[in-house]
């Protein structure tokens, strides 16, 4: 089992960046795939980036490939969102989530955060 714990959040303006942490507990965190997801009011939860267990394969949402960069520290137990260029459409609660697999699909995710928020201002 392993916890998970999002920071890094807040309001910036569009065209800015915020870095995201994910803080794992356990001593099983390179065992597992990572991923960040996303959720706007009133929509679905989306899928964002993923990253595999050693961190050699990303994969990325369209509406973010060239603008995020998802990476991961095994020794440090953490993983990280880099979010540059920063739009409006940004704007949601991201979390991060472990799975047994590198996946796209939230529903092979066994373990979620509670999420943070980022707000990106026009």
């Known amino acids: 089992q392993v916890q998970l714990v999002e920071s890094g959040g807040g309001l910036v303006q569009a065209g800015g960046s915020l870095r995201l942490s994910c803080a794992a507990s356990?001593?099983?965190?390179?065992?597992?795939?990572m991923g960040w997801f996303r959720q706007a009011p009133g929509k679905e939860r989306e899928f964002v980036a993923t990253?595999?267990?050693?961190?050699?394969?990303?994969y990325y949402a369209d509406s973010v490939k060239g603008r995020f960069t998802i990476s991961r520290d095994n020794a440090k137990n953490t993983m990280y969102l880099q979010m540059n260029s920063l739009k409006p459409e940004d704007t949601a609660v991201y979390y991060c989530?472990?799975?047994?697999?590198?996946?796209?699909?939230?529903?092979?995710?066994?373990?979620w955060g509670q999420g943070t928020q980022v707000t990106v201002s026009s």
């Open positions: 989530a472990a799975s047994v697999v590198t996946s796209t699909a939230p529903n092979n995710y066994n373990y």
């Open positions: 356990g001593r099983t965190f390179s065992t597992y795939a």
């Open positions: 990253i595999s267990r050693s961190g050699g394969t990303t």
